[in-house]
C-alpha cells in the first residue's frame, strides 16, 4: 500500500451504533436487515478512512524506526570520525619481562626498554614470634598497636582477650587502615606468624609497626617483625634514556602508562641491560572489522530506505500489507547517500603516482568498495566489498585508508606564500577552497574565499560564518604589492560527511525525517477526527432509519387491524 497516495480530506472515526432493532412489523415484514444493508452501503468513506488510518499509523512507526536508526548510525559514525579513533593498533615485545597495552593515538615504532627493579609494596612479617593458634589470646589487657602507611599513623585499640583471629579481622575492618595496610597470618605448617602488608606499591608506602602486646604465647614486640619485603619504585629506562649507568626513570606502579604516548607498559619482571624491544604497528585485522561493521551499518539503512520508499518491491507481489512512503523525501535521502559513499573525499586529491603528490585513495571505490547497481539484486544500492583489494590497500598504507574514512580537518596549501594556521573541527566544511587577496603598500586590503570576504588582521586571514570554510585561519607570507590567488584544501572523511547528513535528516526542528513523521502524525489525528464524526453520522442515519421503519410499522399495523375489523363486520352483515 503506498501510504504517500493518501489523501488528506474526507476522514472519520469509530462509535458504536444504536441496539434498537426492529424484529417484526405490522404486516410480517423484517427490516432489519434492509437498516444494515443501507448503513453498510453509506460506510464505504468510513472503511476508507480506518484502512487509511491504519496505513498512517503504520507509516508512523516505521519512519519513526527509521529516524532511531538514523540517530544510531550517526553516533557511531562520529565515534570513528577522527584518524586517532578510526585507527587501530597492535603491540609487541621481544620478552615476556613486560607486557603492553596499545590505546587510540599511539605512535607507530619501536621503543627499548630495561627494567632495573620492580616496584613493590612494603610488607612485616613477625617470623620472630610464634602463634600457636588462630584462638590464641595476643593480649591479657586492653593496649593499643600504632602503625602508619606512607607516613600517615594509625592507633587501634585491643581489648584485652583478642584472639589472633579477631586481631586480624579488627586491623582489616579499621576505616583507618582501609586501602593502606591489609592484616593477615602466615602458617608455616606448625605456628601462625601475623602479616602487616601495604596495600599499594611505591617508595613512599611505606609500613611500619610499634606494639607490644603479651598474650598466651608470650610478648609480641615491634622486634619480633621482619621487613620481608622493602617498598621501592619501579626502575626504567626508556629508549636509553636516562643515560647514566646508575640513573633511572623511577615509577611507584608496576603499570607504567606515562613513558610512551598512549601506551600502558606493565612490568612484571627485570630484564638484562639490553632490555627488551617493544613494537607498535598498525593492526590492519582490526581496521578491516571497523571497515566491514561500516559496510554492514550503513548496507542496513540503505536496504531499509529504499524497502520503506517501495524501491526494492516486486512488481508482481501481491501483499496488500506492505506500506511504502511514496514521495520525495526518502529518495532524496537515498540520493545523497550514495553521492557521498560514491564521490571522491572533500579536499581530496587525486594521486598523481609520476610526481607521488595527491592522496593515495581518493574515494571508496578505490580501495575495493563499490555499489551493487544491479536493479532486481537482493543488494541493489549496497555497499560490495572486495576484500583482496581492500587488504592490499591497508597493506600499502593503512594511515592513507584511515584518513578516506576519518579526515577531519586536516588541510593544506598549494603555495608557501599562504599558510594554515588552524581550522575549527566541526564547523571548517571539508572541501578545496580558492582564496583570492590583495597587497597594497605591504598591507592587506581585501581577501576573499570563494568570493566571501574574509576577516583581515594583520597578514592573517579568518573565514567567517557566512563561509562553509568557516574558521579556516591563513597566515600571509608574502606581503609583496600585488593581487594573488591561492587554494586551500580542507579534509573531511566519509565517517564525518555522512554522520553531518544524517544528522542533518533526523534533526529534530529541520530534519526531513521527523518533519515527514509528523506529517503522518498529523494525518492520523485528521482521521481519528473525520472518523468520530463520520461514525456519528452513520449513527444518526441508523436512528433515523429505525424510526422511520418503526412509523411505518405502526401505520401497517392499523391499517391491518382495520382490515381485519372491517372483514368481521361485514362477514356479520351477510349472515
Given at each position: 500500500?503506498?501510504?504517500?497516495?493518501?489523501?488528506?480530506?474526507?476522514?472519520?472515526?469509530?462509535?458504536?451504533?444504536?441496539?434498537?432493532?426492529?424484529?417484526?412489523?405490522?404486516?410480517?415484514?423484517?427490516?432489519?436487515?434492509?437498516?444494515?444493508?443501507?448503513?453498510?452501503?453509506?460506510?464505504?468513506?468510513?472503511?476508507?478512512?480506518?484502512?487509511?488510518?491504519?496505513?498512517?499509523?503504520?507509516?508512523?512507526?516505521?519512519?519513526?524506526?527509521?529516524?532511531?536508526?538514523?540517530?544510531?548510525?550517526?553516533?557511531?559514525?562520529?565515534?570513528?570520525?577522527?584518524?586517532?579513533?578510526?585507527?587501530?593498533?597492535?603491540?609487541?615485545?621481544?620478552?615476556?619481562?613486560?607486557?603492553?597495552?596499545?590505546?587510540?593515538?599511539?605512535?607507530?615504532?619501536?621503543?627499548?626498554?630495561?627494567?632495573?627493579?620492580?616496584?613493590?609494596?612494603?610488607?612485616?612479617?613477625?617470623?620472630?614470634?610464634?602463634?600457636?593458634?588462630?584462638?590464641?589470646?595476643?593480649?591479657?589487657?586492653?593496649?593499643?598497636?600504632?602503625?602508619?602507611?606512607?607516613?600517615?599513623?594509625?592507633?587501634?585499640?585491643?581489648?584485652?582477650?583478642?584472639?589472633?583471629?579477631?586481631?586480624v579481622?579488627?586491623?582489616?575492618?579499621?576505616?583507618?587502615?582501609?586501602?593502606?595496610?591489609?592484616?593477615?597470618?602466615?602458617?608455616?605448617g606448625?605456628?601462625?606468624?601475623?602479616?602487616?602488608?601495604?596495600?599499594?606499591?611505591?617508595?613512599?608506602?611505606?609500613?611500619t609497626?610499634?606494639?607490644?602486646?603479651?598474650?598466651?604465647?608470650?610478648?609480641?614486640a615491634?622486634?619480633?617483625?621482619?621487613?620481608?619485603?622493602?617498598?621501592?619504585?619501579?626502575?626504567?629506562?626508556?629508549?636509553?634514556?636516562?643515560?647514566?649507568?646508575?640513573?633511572?626513570?623511577?615509577?611507584?606502579?608496576?603499570?607504567?602508562?606515562?613513558?610512551?604516548?598512549?601506551?600502558?607498559?606493565?612490568?612484571?619482571?627485570?630484564?638484562?641491560?639490553?632490555?627488551?624491544?617493544?613494537?607498535?604497528?598498525y593492526?590492519?585485522?582490526?581496521?578491516?572489522?571497523?571497515?566491514?561493521?561500516f559496510?554492514?551499518?550503513?548496507?542496513?539503512?540503505?536496504?531499509?530506505?529504499?524497502?520503506?520508499?517501495?524501491?526494492?518491491?516486486?512488481?508482481?507481489?501481491?501483499?496488500?500489507?506492505?506500506?511504502?512512503?511514496?514521495?520525495?523525501?526518502?529518495?532524496?535521502?537515498?540520493?545523497?547517500?550514495?553521492?557521498?559513499?560514491?564521490?571522491?573525499?572533500?579536499?581530496?586529491?587525486?594521486?598523481?603516482?609520476?610526481?607521488?603528490?595527491?592522496?593515495?585513495?581518493?574515494?571508496?571505490?578505490?580501495?575495493?568498495?563499490?555499489?551493487?547497481?544491479?536493479?532486481?539484486?537482493?543488494?541493489?544500492?549496497?555497499?560490495?566489498?572486495?576484500?583482496?583489494?581492500?587488504?592490499?590497500?591497508?597493506?600499502?598504507?593503512?594511515?592513507?585508508?584511515?584518513?578516506?574514512?576519518?579526515?577531519?580537518?586536516?588541510?593544506?596549501?598549494?603555495?608557501?606564500?599562504?599558510?594554515?594556521?588552524?581550522?575549527?573541527?566541526?564547523?571548517?566544511g571539508?572541501?578545496?577552497?580558492?582564496?583570492?587577496?590583495?597587497?597594497?603598500?605591504?598591507?592587506?586590503?581585501?581577501?576573499?574565499?570563494?568570493?566571501?570576504?574574509?576577516?583581515?588582521?594583520g597578514?592573517?586571514?579568518?573565514?567567517?560564518?557566512?563561509?562553509?570554510?568557516?574558521?579556516?585561519?591563513?597566515?600571509?607570507?608574502?606581503?609583496?604589492?600585488?593581487?594573488?590567488?591561492?587554494?586551500?584544501?580542507?579534509?573531511?572523511?566519509?565517517?564525518?560527511?555522512?554522520?553531518?547528513?544524517?544528522?542533518?535528516?533526523?534533526?529534530?526542528?529541520?530534519?526531513?525525517?521527523?518533519i515527514?513523521?509528523?506529517?503522518?502524525?498529523?494525518?492520523?489525528?485528521?482521521?481519528?477526527?473525520?472518523?468520530?464524526?463520520?461514525e456519528?453520522?452513520?449513527?444518526?442515519?441508523?436512528t433515523?432509519?429505525?424510526?422511520?421503519?418503526?412509523?411505518?410499522?405502526?401505520?401497517?399495523?392499523?391499517?391491518?387491524?382495520?382490515?381485519?375489523?372491517?372483514?368481521?363486520?361485514?362477514?356479520?352483515?351477510?349472515?
Amino acid at each position: 500500500m503506498a501510504v504517500g497516495s493518501l489523501s488528506t480530506s474526507n476522514y472519520v472515526s469509530n462509535t458504536n451504533s444504536g441496539s434498537f432493532t426492529i424484529d417484526g412489523l405490522g404486516d410480517g415484514t423484517d427490516w432489519t436487515d434492509l437498516i444494515d444493508a443501507t448503513v453498510e452501503a453509506e460506510s464505504y468513506r468510513l472503511d476508507q478512512y480506518e484502512e487509511d488510518l491504519e496505513e498512517a499509523e503504520s507509516a508512523v512507526d516505521l519512519l519513526t524506526a527509521l529516524d532511531e536508526e538514523i540517530i544510531e548510525l550517526t553516533t557511531t559514525l562520529q565515534s570513528m570520525d577522527e584518524m586517532d579513533e578510526f585507527l587501530c593498533y597492535t603491540g609487541s615485545v621481544s620478552g615476556d619481562e613486560v607486557s603492553v597495552a596499545v590505546e587510540d593515538g599511539a605512535a607507530v615504532g619501536t621503543y627499548n626498554l630495561v627494567v632495573n627493579q620492580l616496584a613493590q609494596k612494603d610488607v612485616w612479617i613477625a617470623e620472630d614470634f610464634d602463634i600457636t593458634s588462630t584462638d590464641s589470646s595476643m593480649t591479657t589487657s586492653n593496649a593499643t598497636i600504632t602503625l602508619s602507611y606512607a607516613g600517615e599513623e594509625i592507633s587501634i585499640s585491643v581489648s584485652a582477650g583478642t584472639t589472633a583471629e579477631e586481631l586480624v579481622d579488627q586491623i582489616n575492618s579499621d576505616p583507618d587502615c582501609d586501602d593502606k595496610i591489609t592484616a593477615s597470618l602466615v602458617y608455616d605448617g606448625e605456628n601462625y606468624h601475623l602479616k602487616l602488608a601495604g596495600e599499594d606499591t611505591g617508595a613512599d608506602n611505606a609500613v611500619t609497626v610499634s606494639m607490644n602486646l603479651t598474650g598466651d604465647d608470650g610478648t609480641l614486640a615491634s622486634s619480633d617483625f621482619t621487613n620481608t619485603l622493602v617498598a621501592q619504585n619501579a626502575q626504567i629506562k626508556i629508549d636509553g634514556y636516562p643515560s647514566g649507568e646508575d640513573t633511572w626513570m623511577e615509577r611507584d606502579s608496576n603499570s607504567v602508562d606515562d613513558v610512551i604516548d598512549n601506551m600502558t607498559v606493565t612490568l612484571s619482571s627485570t630484564t638484562d641491560s639490553d632490555g627488551v624491544t617493544i613494537g607498535v604497528s598498525y593492526d590492519t585485522d582490526a581496521m578491516t572489522e571497523v571497515i566491514e561493521s561500516f559496510i554492514t551499518d550503513v548496507n542496513q539503512l540503505i536496504y531499509d530506505i529504499l524497502d520503506l520508499s517501495g524501491v526494492l518491491a516486486d512488481d508482481d507481489d501481491d501483499d496488500d500489507d506492505s506500506v511504502y512512503i511514496k514521495g520525495s523525501t526518502l529518495d532524496i535521502a537515498y540520493s545523497q547517500i550514495k553521492n557521498i559513499l560514491s564521490s571522491a573525499g572533500l579536499g581530496f586529491a587525486y594521486y598523481d603516482s609520476d610526481t607521488g603528490e595527491g592522496d593515495l585513495f581518493t574515494s571508496l571505490s578505490t580501495i575495493g568498495i563499490s555499489t551493487d547497481s544491479e536493479e532486481g539484486s537482493s543488494t541493489f544500492g549496497q555497499l560490495e566489498l572486495d576484500s583482496d583489494e581492500l587488504e592490499d590497500a591497508l597493506s600499502e598504507d593503512p594511515e592513507a585508508v584511515a584518513l578516506l574514512f576519518a579526515a577531519s580537518g586536516e588541510y593544506s596549501s598549494d603555495s608557501s606564500d599562504m599558510q594554515v594556521i588552524s581550522t575549527i573541527s566541526g564547523l571548517t566544511g571539508g572541501g578545496d577552497y580558492d582564496i583570492e587577496y590583495t597587497v597594497s603598500g605591504g598591507v592587506i586590503t581585501s581577501a576573499t574565499i570563494d568570493g566571501v570576504d574574509m576577516k583581515i588582521s594583520g597578514n592573517t586571514l579568518l573565514a567567517q560564518s557566512d563561509s562553509d570554510a568557516n574558521g579556516l585561519y591563513v597566515q600571509i607570507n608574502n606581503l609583496t604589492d600585488g593581487s594573488y590567488s591561492h587554494s586551500v584544501s580542507v579534509k573531511q572523511g566519509k565517517c564525518s560527511q555522512l554522520a553531518d547528513l544524517l544528522s542533518s535528516l533526523s534533526d529534530a526542528e529541520s530534519g526531513s525525517i521527523p518533519i515527514l513523521i509528523q506529517s503522518y502524525e498529523d494525518m492520523t489525528t485528521k482521521l481519528d477526527n473525520d472518523i468520530y464524526y463520520e461514525e456519528s453520522r452513520l449513527d444518526a442515519l441508523e436512528t433515523r432509519l429505525t424510526e422511520k421503519y418503526a412509523a411505518l410499522d405502526e401505520m401497517l399495523s392499523y391499517y391491518s387491524n382495520l382490515e381485519t375489523q372491517l372483514d368481521t363486520t361485514l362477514a356479520q352483515l351477510e349472515s
